[in-house]
């Protein structure tokens, strides 16, 4: 709160619904900011997830030419029934323009306890055989952790996303009632005001990407509606037949049909593709499910791409398995279906295009950044009326630290997932998943530092370790592939020259950043002021109360 | 908060008094909103449509229920309005849901 907003608290009468706001915002804002930064964040760069996979799989060529689903699939087909025999459903996600693999997953045909068990494999288009590289998962990380985290279980995880989601919206919603003079903000900039010009940059970044924010909080709540809010669904639907169809309404994932146990073989595959390829397009194609390959009663379903249009909804053709013969195109569902269809394609950003995938990439780095200002505005805020600015209460010491390790931290470790990812040696046991403990290992070393280091240096220092961590990437990439920056912009790779190029973007951002923060001079004179406002009603001030 | 501030019974009673509107619209904001927002959910399987676009209405309805719900809670006068407000919507709501979570299915 600044000063004149503290003399209205002094007063005894109702607080105004701006100041109100105002609380619910700082506070809906501060206690998940730190999550919200990193789903931010990591969400943010899974906008680029195919093309970090593909940087992080050097192995694989450069794909010039998108291949024909038509050939792959048959292709890759055959490996999977000799990798996932007796499986009762393997599915495999055709390549497309930014994305050089075939990923595939399967059902065991076995369970564990009760429950089912499903392998994953990636393979190489051109050969048809499993990616011969590293193992690695690459940007998925990025992407699972942004709703998922990590090292806990995913349902308490979803639910943990969905909750900090929650506030979000409440933080925007508040913080919109908070704003007098929403547009006169937007165009008001005061460079170098200490608090205000945080405040003012906080303004900027949120209003605005303001309908994004907005969408992109909501639209997130809406994927894990299902787990978080079945009471209506627990209410009416609840026979088995019922349950199919409202799934049949999400999803183009059909439950596997009883076996016959009569051994059939699965019929060509290019000719179903290529009868799907005629209905959407060459290029179109999605994913490919076979149930029950090898038997009587084997069915295959063919979606469309995620890139070719604005909605999630389920679309596919179901081809009898052994005949090959067209058996049922979906092509609609209900309205509200397919409204969330829409709102789950908006929020994931998969038909954009490169333009507006840029786009999206900017505007989220705007919510991000509206977090991240968010959170520093509260310590910049708090730090002038300090006691003794030296040695600060426990709460503001606790967000300080939080909030270095939550964002330059971060920052390092990302960039150090994919230092991992170059150095780890190729024959470590494990080898994906140490990628990921690296991420968290570095990660906890800054907090470490963030919490061993005065303030202002460890901000520095980190961000200075941000920007080297960010800048070296493309030179490391030099140095252990034989696929230098200079020889993927030569060659029109622009999956990798794009990456790394924008590494040195973001390293140049970070030394912004690092260099404002060396420079900037806190105002830490005392305001004898404070003391006398310490009132009943201020929550966000009490903690300094002597 | 030291022990010192909360030694003596007075002091306590204090303190509970200026925490306690604010516990009591935390839990009304979280816990209410959320029963706000399902009452809403299941409601919502009324709407003249098929159950299974009744369903996923409710479902993304129930989150601008829920924030509505949290922005009133704070944005009143006292706690005690904050809750009375909910009661005032869930009631209608609630009315409405009960035929159906009791298995009266809506077309």
């Not at chain 1, 996303?161 to 704003?179: N, R």
């Not at chain 2, 399902?38 to 399987?45: H, P, Q």
Request: hydrophobic share 50%; proline share 6%; aromatic share 10%.
């Amino acid at each position: 709160m600044t000063a004149s907003e503290n003399k209205k608290t002094k007063q005894t009468g109702p607080r105004g619904i701006r100041q109100t706001m105002s609380d619910l915002h700082i506070w809906a804002g501060l206690l998940v900011g730190w999550v919200l930064y990193a789903m931010f964040i990591t969400g943010t760069v899974s906008y680029f997830k195919e093309e970090i996979s593909q940087w992080m799989r050097p192995e694989l060529a450069h794909q010039r030419v998108v291949p024909d689903a038509a050939e792959v699939a048959p292709r890759v087909a055959r490996e999977l029934q000799q990798l996932a025999p007796d499986s009762p459903q393997w599915s495999m996600r055709m390549p497309d323009e930014r994305n050089n693999v075939v990923s595939t997953f399967w059902r065991a045909p076995s369970t564990e306890n009760g429950r089912r068990v499903f392998g994953s494999a990636v393979f190489d288009p051109a050969t048809g055989l499993k990616v011969d590289g590293r193992e690695t998962n690459g940007g998925e990380f990025f992407y699972r952790f942004h709703f998922q985290f990590h090292y806990m279980p995913v349902l308490w995880a979803r639910w943990l996303a969905s909750f900090c989601a929650m506030f979000m919206l409440v933080a925007i919603v508040s913080g919109v009632i908070t704003h007098k003079k929403i547009f006169v903000d937007f165009f008001t900039f005061r460079w170098g005001k200490g608090q205000r010009s945080w405040l003012d940059a906080h303004n900027v970044l949120s209003v605005l990407g303001l309908p994004f924010h907005a969408m992109i909080t909501y639209t997130g709540l809406v994927t894990l509606m299902m787990m978080t809010m079945p009471w209506g669904n627990s209410a009416v639907i609840n026979t088995p037949s019922d349950r199919q169809a409202l799934q049949a309404q999400m999803s183009s994932f059909l439950p596997a049909p009883k076996p016959s146990g009569e051994k059939l073989e699965l019929a060509p595959l290019t000719g179903m593709v290529q009868q799907a390829q005629a209905r959407w397009g060459t290029h179109n194609i999605g994913n490919i499910t076979v149930n029950l390959a090898g038997d009587a009663h084997a069915q295959v379903t063919i979606t469309p791409s995620e890139a070719g249009r604005v909605s999630h909804s389920p679309q596919y053709m179901l081809f009898n398995g052994v005949t090959g013969e067209l058996r049922e195109v979906k092509d609609h569902v209900g309205g509200a279906a397919e409204t969330r269809g829409v709102m789950f394609a908006l929020h994931l950003g998969r038909f954009a295009d490169t333009t507006l995938r840029w786009l999206y990439f900017l505007v989220s780095l705007a919510g991000t950044a509206m977090v991240g200002t968010g959170l520093v505005m509260w310590t910049v805020k708090r730090r002038s009326k300090l006691p003794n600015p030296q040695k600060p209460y426990f709460g503001f010491w606790l967000v300080e630290r939080l909030n270095i390790a939550a964002i330059a931290g971060l920052s390092i470790a990302m960039a150090g997932m994919l230092w991992a990812n170059r150095l780890l040696p190729l024959a470590l046991d494990k080898r994906a998943e140490w990628e990921i403990h690296s991420f968290f290992i570095i990660w906890g070393v800054t907090l470490l530092w963030a919490m061993l280091r005065p303030a202002k240096r460890a901000w520095v220092e980190l961000l200075w370790a941000a920007c080297a961590a960010l800048a070296l990437l493309p030179l490391l990439n030099v140095l252990t592939t034989d696929r230098p920056l200079w020889h993927s912009v030569l060659s029109d790779d622009w999956s990798f020259a794009g990456l790394e190029l924008s590494l040195w973007a973001l390293a140049a951002l970070h030394a912004l950043l690092a260099v404002r923060t060396l420079r900037h001079q806190p105002k830490s004179k005392p305001q004898p002021r404070f003391r006398a406002v310490v009132t009943p009603n201020t929550e966000d001030t009490q903690k300094a109360a002597p | 908060m030291s022990l010192r501030m909360i030694g003596t019974p007075r002091a306590a009673l204090a303190k509970a008094r200026q925490v306690g509107p604010l516990l009591s619209r935390i839990v009304a904001a979280i816990g209410g909103g959320y029963a706000l927002a399902a009452l809403t959910s299941i409601a919502a399987v009324l709407l003249p449509m098929d159950k299974f676009q009744g369903v996923l209405t409710g479902m993304m309805l129930s989150f601008i229920v829920y924030v509505g719900a949290v922005i009133w809670v704070f944005a009143v006068r006292s706690a005690t309005r904050a809750w009375v407000g909910l009661l005032v919507a869930a009631i209608p709501l609630a009315l409405a849901s009960w035929p159906v979570w009791n298995g009266v299915n809506a077309a």
